[in-house]
């Protein structure tokens, strides 16, 4: 995992806008009416085709194929998993459920758009859960390269995403295992295959794994914090088990509170889960901080310290508002996490989350997208020219 040996390298979380008719095609699939494959296999590889030029453009030094062969950052996998029929609905949000009339709000802005809904339709473990081979991200993994064969000097290093065992169990409901223990385990030995292939081809691998702070307002909603901390330590230890076969310098891991503008007034304090994050054998961190609920909580880095191996990827650009953050705030996000740190050299600028997670889901425009990234660029060279200064 590359570090930033002589300025401040720009990275994201993954997910990037996709072309409205790709987008299109997945609501509509998602929706249970019939799609063409194929259609929708060629919107895919077209698409990436057009996003890796246009990371290279706006300034992203480590980029993706921006998730367009996916229609949702975890939800792609029901296409390479057995064992799972029916649907549910995902409890509501203990934060939106505090504010009726932002509930109000909030269903009606989201029953109105075109998209993949990472709320609803949800499917179930019906049966054992196996991964059913692994053409599917073999070939997505070979589009890739060839797209960046194309693209030589596109990124500095490229990386490529699968999401963490504990979303997918918490989102996919179980209803054949007797324990949480059991189907996470099975869970993580379906996701290795993802981990181990992305990382075989070359790229970094980034683990999505939202729901270790993220589910403290949904499937725990209800409980007292020790029960969720004793899930997010089983799923870090799951990871683990499923990245045995993974150099730790080739991954990184992406925890958030949820990619949703809504209050977060019931997130868990990133204090409260940061020293069981750091049992992961990982090479670096993807975290928050640009947002206005989570802003402050870098400053945990100077008395939870990275481990000397590892890098931090500092949120610095919020995915969730249509303002396009300045050069210099960019630059004083960057400069300070740096200073928490002590290393330049460990700190990448990132985004907070993804700005398309589910096909649609996303709420800013295209066009804003990409200023917001380049105003990312802009703030990493002014930030670059003061910490790297002689």
């Known amino acids: 995992m590359r570090r930033s040996t002589e300025r401040i390298l720009t990275t994201h979380t993954g997910s990037l806008p996709r072309p409205k008719d790709l987008t299109r095609l997945y609501a509509l699939r998602a929706r249970g009416e019939t799609v063409d494959p194929a259609e929708v296999a060629r919107a895919g590889l ?16 480590v980029g993706n194929n921006g998730e367009q ?15 799972l ?7 509501s949000r203990a934060d939106v459920d505090r504010y009726p009339e932002f509930k ?32 599917a991200i073999e070939a997505e993994c070979r589009h890739f390269e060839t797209v960046l064969a194309h693209n030589p000097d596109a990124f500095v290093e490229p990386f490529m995403s699968a999401p963490s065992p504990g979303i997918l169990a918490t989102a996919i409901k179980n209803e054949h295992y007797d324990t949480e223990a059991a189907y996470l385990a099975a869970l993580g030995a379906a996701v290795r295959h993802e981990y181990e292939a992305i990382v075989r081809h070359g790229f970094v ?33 799951t990871i683990n088990d499923a990245l045995a076969n993974v150099p730790r310098d080739r991954v990184r891991l992406h925890v958030c509170w949820g990619n949703s503008e809504s209050p977060h007034d019931r997130d868990v304090p990133l204090g409260e889960i940061l020293p069981i994050l750091q049992r992961a054998e990982v090479g670096g961190f993807v975290l928050p901080f640009a947002n206005p609920r989570h802003a402050h909580e870098y400053k945990l880095f100077a008395e939870l ?11 610095v650009i919020d995915t969730l508002t249509n303002f396009v953050e300045h050069p210099e ?7 300070n996490v740096a200073r928490t740190v002590g290393d330049p050299t460990r700190v990448l600028a990132g985004t907070d989350c993804g700005f398309d997670t589910s096909a649609g889901w996303g709420r800013v425009a295209e066009d804003v ?12 060279r002014i930030a670059s020219e003061r910490l790297f200064k002689p």
Do not use: C, M
């Not at 109000?104 to 991964?131: C, F, G, H, M």
């Not at 997208?369 to 990493?380: E, F, N, P």
């Open 46 to 61: 077209d698409a990436v085709q057009w996003i890796v030029p246009k990371q290279r453009e706006v300034g992203i030094d």
């Open 69 to 83: 062969q996916r229609d949702s950052f975890f939800l792609y996998l029901k296409e390479r998993l057995s064992g």
């Open 85 to 91: 029929g029916g649907s549910w609905e995902r409890p």
């Open 104 to 135: 109000r709000i909030w269903n009606e802005q989201y029953a109105a758009k075109t998209q993949v809904s990472a709320l609803s339709r949800l499917p179930k473990a019906i049966d054992a859960v196996d991964y059913v081979g692994d053409a």
């Open 205 to 237: 691998l980034q683990v999505d794994a939202p729901d270790l702070a993220l589910e403290r307002h949904i499937t725990f909603k209800d409980k007292p914090l020790p029960v969720f901390l004793d899930f997010v330590a089983q799923v870090v230890a």
């Open 305 to 315: 310290p990275l481990a000397d191996d590892q890098v931090l990827v500092a949120g």
């Open 329 to 335: 705030v960019v630059a004083d996000r960057i400069e």
């Open 369 to 380: 997208v990409w200023a917001k990234l380049t105003s990312l660029r802009d703030g990493a």
